[in-house]
């Protein structure tokens, strides 16, 4: 999810005008959320723990001199400022015989890439990314991989997605965090019933009757990419980094565009963005959104005890009903290749990952954890609704070229008013410039 | 011209001059540049000299000179580094950086022409002072020079540093900037974990065509278009209703002129991050206005006209809407300035063309036509010229009012443009706001947004100062 300088700025300007809304993120998780249907690359080579583990810290204890610096950016929301603070004092008791002087930035993990990449070198020591950002980091050189670890060995205590998501080439890159990134309905189920959110169908029929609106982000990429990739379409960066695959723009993918424009079509279904949507929700316009996480608490003072979330709907495609996809995604904590204590930066990052620590974070941000024993121990509405989608999700794996030209599709959907010719040129001119090299 | 091409000529018949004519010192000086002032007498200044030279030169060897050899291919070695997991050390190659191969190569090859140049005027400088010695005149002491430098050649003591600081700040960032839209400097090469390389022409030829990378010569040709309308519009209407604004202030009914200036003057004393951000969020699709709008049924009567498809209005996210609210807006915002300015010049018009015209009998309105107007246009006009060109450039009002704008046109969408950018805004877009980093194309595109203003800037800026205009105000 692409997230803009202006919503940076936003936050930082105005933040009491947007109080209500918190700022928006990504993260996602699902207890089990082993199911993430990509195109694995292959096993993830084993990495080899402990390799004497004791020995390597005792030496790396023996050969510190002086204090050592480690910065770490993570979210800018409060829950996890103070969470991180909290480890950071704990890591600091547990290896007490060395002088630490630990500074915690704050980066949305959204933008983490971008802001890495300006200057790889005077990055954060350890950072918290989104796992979109996996491979053009890999790709940059920025992340040490982790081919050894000393306390625990993240392959056997996370999820099995969780570990592709953080591995390329069969190599895993960063230690996985939090399995919260990805987006499903919520509603009021004071006014919608089961069967009102079992079909986007009878969605519109419910909204219309209540004469209230369901909100989705048609005009962004990430959010749109769930229509097609529902109906078995493919985009991804999986055979070339740089370049997406795209097959929207055949019969199929015509279909599906019909269907959307469709759904838009109606009254009752609004484009909004992430604040304009907690805006609308509060307001009490919107009983039902396709939106994530990181709003539960939005949602959930809204809709009172109607508060209510599932996996999305299904929609209709020729005559079919077919189930909604979804991006999956993950929180990941990556070590700095540049780091000048780089022995530390791992040993820091093992430490904010293990266990103990997800479930720490889990607690303070209400984002399932990534390691398998701690994340049924967080248990909400949303990370439910987020498991029951993770059947039906993919991990975010397009280039860059996939963003604008995906919105300005969305953005045209919904505009409406497209016959067959009109829609096969903008999913051709769309599929263009995705695909563009 | 002339004058020009006859200096360059002069500048090497002295330097031929000097070396012919020269005697030994003055000959040597060429290779040790300290030679001709020690064999002239003047020791110190020699030795300082000469030391200088073997500074450069020690600089060149050592430091510059690997990164100017590697500039022809801007490095082959691509970083490796493999960490031991026992130990925590990182064992990483000799590998180049091309970022640094590219500064570093620039500042020397500027440091060698300037060493050239040194050298010739050093010869120069020791012919000189070889035929004040033969002519049998004073040769200055050491000490007689270092005061000089604060006497009759106290220019050269003011401008050494400025001069030294405009290599450093300005013409070596532009060359290198310069350079960069003839590489592939993007996300998937960047040092130091990459290389990148020259690809020659490249980026400019992908920018003018449309096939390629994109569709930048269709984006191109549309974002200058509208940068240009933008900067005409934004420019004139701030100017005519700053200088309006002021004149109202002015009239001799208007009570508390201190209060409705200083009102004016708080709307740009609050950043405009602030109030732009706010008036984006006013004015969005669900925003404060829009639900006002909607309430008291304007939008349902613009619905009825045919006006918008939408059940609201689509203030900053359609075309058309948003082009029209952007230069209103910047109206708001740029009035105040305008306002200030004019007020200033308003208060200075010669007293005494006013009260002759008002004794010919002209009425208010040919005063301000013929007197009051052609005298602030003569006075702002360079004001005026600036403030096309900063509009070109204006960022801040188009990207801080446009993030939740879409386009709707694919080709812009898949080069990373929206309907409502300029040239800069669409710059920042393709570097810090995509994932691909076009850096190369952010510089071919900076090269061009200089162009236009270089030339805008000349063109206006000869014809205002042509003729004896400067006469007629006086």
Known sequence: MKKKLVAVLMTAAMAATLAACGTEPETENTPADTNVTVAPDGETTDVVVGQGSEDAIANLIAATEGTVDLTLWCSETEAYQNVMAQLVDEFKAAYSDVDFNITIGSQSESTCKDEVLKDVEAAADVYVFADDQLNG?????????????????????????????????GILYAYPLTATNGYFLYYDSNLLSDEDVSSWENLVAACEREGKKVAMEFSGGWYLFSFFYGAGLECNNLANDAVNVCNWNNETGLAVAKSVQDICSSDAVINLGDADTCTQVTDGNVIAAVNGTWNTGVFEAAYGDGFAATKLPTFNVNGQAVQQGSFAGYKLVGVNSYSDNLGWAMIFAEFITNEASQLKIGNATQEGPANLVAAPQIATPAIAALGAQSNFATLQRVAGNYWTPAGTLGQALYEGGLDDAGLQKALDDAVDGICAE | ??????????????????????????KLSLVIFGAGYIGHGQVIKGLLVTALEAGIILFTGKISWPYIAKLDSLGTVQR???????????????????????????????????????????VKSNYRIQKLKEEGKHVNSFLEDLKSLVNEKFHITLLTLPSIGVIFMCILPIVFMICIAFTNYDAAHQPPSNLFTWVGMKNFINMFSSKGGGSYGYTFARLLTWTLIWAALATFTTYIGGILLALLINHENTKLKKLWRSLFVITISIPQFVTLLLISKMFSNFGIINGILSNIG?????????????????FMTQKGWTHVMIVLINIWIGVPYQMLSATGILLNIPSEQLESARIDGANKWQIFWKITMPYVLFITGPSLVTSFIGNINNFNVI????????????????????????????????????????????????????VVCAVLSLITFSNMIKGDREEVFR
């Open chain 1, 137 to 169: 980091l890999v790709e940059a050189g920025a992340l040490q991989a982790v081919t050894t670890t000393y306390t625990y060995n993240p392959i056997e205590a996370d999820g099995a997605g969780a570990v592709n998501a953080a591995s390329k080439d």
């Open chain 2, 1 to 26: 011209m002339k004058n020009f091409l006859q200096a360059i000529k002069k500048y090497f018949v002295d330097l031929g001059t000097a070396i012919v004519k020269g005697d030994i010192w003055t």
């Open chain 2, 80 to 122: 490796e580094m493999v960490l031991d997991p026992v130990t925590f050390q990182k064992v990483e190659n000799d590998y180049d950086n091309s970022l640094l191969i590219l500064l570093m190569g620039v500042l020397g090859i500027i440091i060698i022409a300037a060493f050239v140049f040194f050298l010739i005027s050093n």
């Open chain 2, 298 to 314: 304007v939008t349902g009567a613009l619905q009825k006209m045919g006006w918008i498809t939408t059940d609201y209005i689509p």
């Open chain 2, 399 to 450: 990207y801080l009012l446009t993030g939740d704008y879409v386009t709707a046109d694919a080709s812009l969408a898949a080069s990373n443009a929206k309907d409502v950018d300029l040239l800069i805004t669409w710059l920042f877009r393709i570097t810090a706001d995509s994932p691909k980093m076009e850096y190369y194309m952010a510089s071919v595109i900076g090269i061009f947004v200089f």
